[in-house]
């Protein structure tokens, strides 16, 4: 959407020539006029704009915000889809010195009034000046943030027709990231222009884009959407393509065909997407497409799981793919996005590790250790797949349960250090100085170190202890899921201490009928006689989710010791 606004005298100001600044500017300075961006329209057609073009319609957007009453080290929120209308007002507040907080869109939170709380709860965080929505959205952002952001002003992207004139500033703080709220509320990350630079470095000594980069749907809400699904290639000026989540579910064939047909070589995306082409892509649905061009297929975000990438790989294998391109890792919002990832070309491997005696501070028994290949394993639950070693920068150590550094083959709770840790929470609370400060973070994710690489297991916090040993959800969602008891869609695993005694809870929002024992079964062959096991059949909706469609495990498991899960009855 363009706008013309009124001439006004710019106030330039000094921008440093700094590594971190080319780093994440080079791209605004020096646009390259042959490469460029696809944005995915809505009638499905594809409009491209040359980096030189998308740095015209940057510069004006930064313009118009400063026309605004935009002013720099003010945060501002956007509530924008992906498209041209985020790259341009994203980088034009950045470009005069502003600090963009991309919020979720309604659709991500399924809409109504838990969107609107969460609108409301960062809001009172920040308390903004301006915010920029999309047309679509301007009446829910103005109704939940202008209201108590105390006369915040909802600005639509817009454009003026003098780019050249457009004030510059540098800020310190590149993003203020929202994390997802698995865990509770939804805490803002600082985010420096340092952090963002050096991870972005990171990514590129890993990844190594050459031309092409990926044809990306991820929510750019989400930190692996907005570092590694953008920013990464956009200021490296690679040929680049961008669609929205609900394109990509609606047109899966559509965006794997990309692939096939164009350069494009990067792919990264969470179990989720991965499951998304094994459901909706057939076989014949690739003929006569070529895949050997693929080279970093990245997995992250969530648990990895083999079977997963064994019948992806298996399925694009007859076209050329090569298992080598898979590159699992592991990132957070805290580290900015990227901690470890598995080298390109690189064969990731996989371990059988320590069964259901696990204990943190002591050492697992691994039994096997094999490379990820097409080939489907048994009991998934039982193997992790590598992360690959830190990357370049990052330091990760596993620590016991009094903070003390463990060797080797040790499960315990990931640490990690470094430049690109977040600078720290906005309005932090003590217990989060003591998780993450000084560029030092305790991330409360259960893992173990082996020959040097990182094998995640699951959230410390999502755990239960059973008779001293640590039984993770994350282990007993893949073997429902593998046994085929459940859908990973619809149901999620709590587990937790209600009256005395250990209880892991199955809700779900599909009736297991004839799989109740099956899913009674996997769940006491992790806890035996010495937990509850419970299943609870909810209506839609009932699960609360993330804005990156992650369960939020904490909120459901206290409605349920609350009382506040309604069973149904129809099944």
């Not at 409009?47 to 002013?71: K, M, S």
């Not at 040993?469 to 085929?484: C, K, P, R």
């Not at 495990?553 to 506040?564: D, I, K, T």
Request: aromatic share 8%; glycine share 12%.
């Amino acid at each position: 959407m363009s706008q013309r606004t009124s001439q006004r005298t710019p106030q330039r100001n000094s921008r440093p020539e700094t590594p971190d600044h080319d780093r994440v500017f080079g791209w605004l300075d020096d646009p390259s006029d042959e490469r460029g961006m696809r944005f995915r329209l809505d009638d499905g057609s594809w409009q491209r704009l040359t980096y030189r073009e998308l740095a015209g319609r940057t510069l004006g957007a930064g313009a118009a915000l400063a026309d605004a009453g935009v002013r720099p080290g003010d945060v501002v929120p956007l509530v924008l889809p992906g498209g041209e209308d985020f790259v341009t007002q994203f980088f034009g507040l950045l470009a005069i010195g502003a600090t963009p907080s991309v919020l979720p869109l309604p659709l991500a939170l399924r809409g109504g009034e838990g969107y609107q709380n969460q609108l409301k709860a960062i809001t009172a965080r920040i308390h903004p000046r301006h915010a920029i929505a999309d047309p679509r959205y301007h009446d829910v952002v103005a109704e939940n943030v202008a209201r108590l952001g105390g006369g915040t002003d909802v600005l639509a992207p817009q454009y003026a027709d003098r780019p050249e004139e457009a004030p510059r500033a540098w800020g310190e703080l590149a993003v203020l990231q929202f994390t997802s709220g698995s865990r509770g509320s939804p805490r803002g990350l600082r985010i420096s222009m340092a952090n963002l630079a050096t991870n972005l470095r990171m990514i590129e000594g890993w990844m190594n884009p050459v031309g092409y980069g990926a044809v990306t749907w991820l929510p750019l809400y989400h930190d692996m959407g907005l570092v590694g699904g953008l920013l990464g290639a956009l200021t490296l000026q690679v040929e680049h393509a961008l669609m929205r989540p609900e394109q990509f579910i609606r047109d899966t064939r559509g965006w794997i065909a990309e692939y096939g047909r164009t350069p494009y070589s990067n792919m990264c995306m969470p179990n989720f997407g991965f499951e998304r082409v094994l459901s909706a892509v057939r076989p014949e649905d690739l003929e006569g497409l070529d895949f050997s061009g693929l080279s970093a297929v990245v997995s992250g975000a969530e648990r990895i799981d083999p079977a997963v990438l064994a019948r992806f790989a298996a399925l694009l294998g007859p076209h050329g793919f090569d298992v080598r391109a898979l590159m699992p890792a592991y990132g957070l919002a805290e580290g900015t996005l990227a901690v470890t990832g598995v080298s390109k070309h690189h064969v990731a491997r996989m371990v059988r590790a320590g069964g259901l005696e696990r204990r943190l501070g002591e050492k697992l028994d691994v039994s096997e250790v094999v490379e990820l290949s097409t080939v489907p394993v048994d009991e998934p639950w039982t193997w992790q797949v590598s992360c690959g070693p830190p990357l370049e920068t990052a330091r990760v150590e596993i620590l016991d349960e009094d903070g003390a550094p463990q060797p080797e083959g040790v499960l315990g709770e990931i640490y990690v250090e470094g430049p690109s840790v977040a600078d720290g929470y906005a309005d932090p609370a003590p217990e989060d100085v003591a998780k993450l400060h000084d560029g030092r973070l305790y991330t409360g994710d259960a893992g173990f170190l082996l020959d040097g690489e990182l094998y995640v297991i699951g959230r410390l916090g999502d755990s239960v202890k059973i008779n001293g040993q640590n039984v993770f959800v994350e282990d007993i969602e893949l073997e429902l899921v593998a046994s085929g008891a459940v859908s990973r869609r619809y149901a999620t695993v709590v587990a937790g201490i209600t009256g005395g005694e250990p209880r892991v809870l199955l809700v779900t929002e599909r009736p297991l009928g004839d799989r109740l024992d099956d899913a009674l079964s996997v769940i006491a062959s992790f806890t035996g006689d010495a937990a509850r096991a419970e299943v609870l059949y909810v209506k839609r909706g009932t699960i609360p989710l993330t804005s990156s469609r992650k369960p939020r495990r904490r909120s459901l498991w206290l409605s349920y010791v609350a009382g506040e899960l309604k069973e149904r009855n129809d099944s």
